[in-house]
């Protein structure tokens, strides 16, 4: 019997977040699941910690700036604790539009926040909650990290094996080698928007990242979706009050990509100011002629040569465990209390 490959649409989101607004944003995510869905998209995705907004506080002023604007209470008051009616709303609303979704978090757990990406099913069910492996530059100062077991692939009934990765886990080689060991498909690399920080500081531009995207469908013959977020002009207004971080950010920043698995872009790309979702329709069979030329993780791989060494244990701070027993002194007293 011949192989079924999957064909259905997808939609890249690239709009700007409720900054700080936990509510307001889920608000705005559901607008978007089902706007996605009347289109007869299967699958949509968010940029990174879409909600509730990228911390673009972290690369603007001093830390004792942040606390005293109020910007470390409010990001960690309006992250998404997964276990919480704010997560339910959210759950529920894909499972009654019935498309899969991936949606960009700051993840609250505890007292401490990760840069998480919910994939959540048609059926409203969690397929993972990733987190980001490790958190780049100043991000080490507000998220902790994720662990191996995070850099996995999922299959997903009608829409094949899925998995995400954030940001600048896409210049990281040997984790994007896991992922494509595991046969993804489709990908998500979810990105912030950018800043003005790209004519003096390219890696951290559009362009640079957009590439990075690229070569992530290049390598991995997979179909890649890359969301991005907008610096909206309320958030410029509540960032940048001095002249020098005005110079820092600006209103736009939005590059949402889709690629397909030979590298080439799928759709035009949006104003960098504009929101809006871009949307294409994929053919899972188009991987197999990508393959066929280079597999990097399969034929076109040299084992002999180079190996990856992956632990994908999930991370335990605790352990519980017992004192061993002395066997002749547990045995005499089972047969005390059988007496």
């Known amino acids: 019997m011949p192989l079924v490959h999957p064909k259905y649409k997808v939609a890249v989101v690239q709009a700007a977040p409720v900054w700080l607004d936990l509510d307001a944003g889920i608000d705005k995510t559901i607008e978007l699941i089902n706007e996605a869905a009347g289109n007869g998209a299967r699958l949509i995705s968010f940029p990174e910690t879409w909600l509730p907004g990228y911390p673009w506080h972290i690369w603007m002023g001093a830390h004792a700036w942040q606390v005293s604007r109020g910007f470390v209470q409010r990001y960690f008051d309006n992250s998404l604790d997964y276990d919480s ?16 979704a991936v949606i960009g978090v700051s993840e609250r757990s505890g007292s401490s926040l990760y840069m998480g990406q919910w994939i959540i099913g048609a059926d409203g069910r969690t397929i993972a909650a990733r987190r980001k492996l490790r958190p780049t530059h100043v991000e080490r100062a507000v998220f ?66 957009n590439a990075a995207s690229r070569i992530y469908a290049v390598e991995g013959s997979c179909f890649v979706l890359a969301p991005c977020a907008v610096v909206s002009k309320a958030m410029i207004d509540e960032l940048c009050d001095t002249p020098e971080k ?40 188009t991987i197999v002629m990508a393959k066929n030329a280079a597999d990097p993780a399969g034929h076109y791989s040299r084992p002999d040569v180079t190996r990856l060494l992956i632990n994908k244990t999930r991370m335990q701070r605790v352990e519980a465990f017992a004192l061993p027993i002395d066997r002749s002194e547990n045995d005499d007293l089972a047969h005390r209390e059988e007496m």
């Open 85 to 100: 009616p704010e997560a339910l709303r959210l759950s529920t609303a894909v499972r009654q539009a019935g498309i899969t």
């Open 144 to 209: 902790g990290e994720g662990d191996g077991s995070d850099l996995a692939v999922h299959q997903v009934e009608g829409l094949g094996r899925i998995g995400a990765l954030c940001c600048w886990e896409h210049l990281q080689p040997l984790s994007k080698y896991a992922m494509y060991a595991q046969n993804e498909q489709v990908h998500v690399a979810a990105w912030p928007s950018f800043s003005n920080y790209e004519p003096f500081a390219p890696a951290l531009g559009s362009e640079v990242n």
């Open 246 to 285: 005005h110079e820092l950010n600006h209103v736009g920043g939005g590059h949402a990509v889709i690629y397909g698995p030979d590298g080439s872009a799928l759709v035009p790309k949006l104003p960098e100011d504009s929101e809006g979702i871009l949307y294409a329709d994929i053919d899972l069979a």
